[in-house]
């Protein structure tokens, strides 16, 4: 599978973004996808992840209550939805998907077998 990551961009704090994460291929709905961010001089962060049928997400304690994750397997689409943002929330955000990745490795990286190019999200103070 494909990805691309898009919709970051310049926010300031307190604002809100919407990250797309569009995927190719028929077979889209059988992977889990996760949501990481890297800022400079870091290491990759995770952010959210969402089972193949939607269902259950998962969230990094950053993020918790700020961020959403969602998908649409009709249109091979998961989505990011970050509000509150602050201005470490600074990063390239990068998607990633993996057909069987197990709860335990959810936030792992390494775990992940696809990943998307990755999209710049800035926030000002």
């Known amino acids: 599978v494909q990805l691309q990551a898009s919709g970051g961009g310049l926010a300031q704090a307190g604002g809100s973004l919407r990250l797309s994460c569009a995927a190719s291929?028929?077979?889209?709905?059988?992977?889990?996808v996760a949501w990481f961010r890297q800022a400079p001089g870091k290491e990759r962060e995770f952010v959210a992840a969402?089972?193949?049928?939607?269902?259950?997400?998962y969230y990094g304690d950053s993020v918790k209550g700020r961020f959403t994750i969602s998908r649409d397997n009709a249109k091979n689409t998961v989505y990011l939805q970050m509000n509150s943002l602050k201005p470490e929330d600074t990063a390239i955000y990068y998607c990633?998907?993996?057909?069987?990745?197990?709860?335990?490795?959810?936030?792992?990286?390494?775990?992940?077998?696809?990943w998307g190019q990755g999209t710049q999200v800035t926030v000002s103070s």
């Open positions: 291929g028929p077979t889209f709905s059988r992977y889990a």
């Open positions: 969402i089972r193949r049928s939607g269902t259950t997400p």
């Open positions: 990633a998907a993996d057909a069987g990745i197990i709860t335990s490795s959810i936030g792992i990286p390494r775990n992940y077998d696809y």
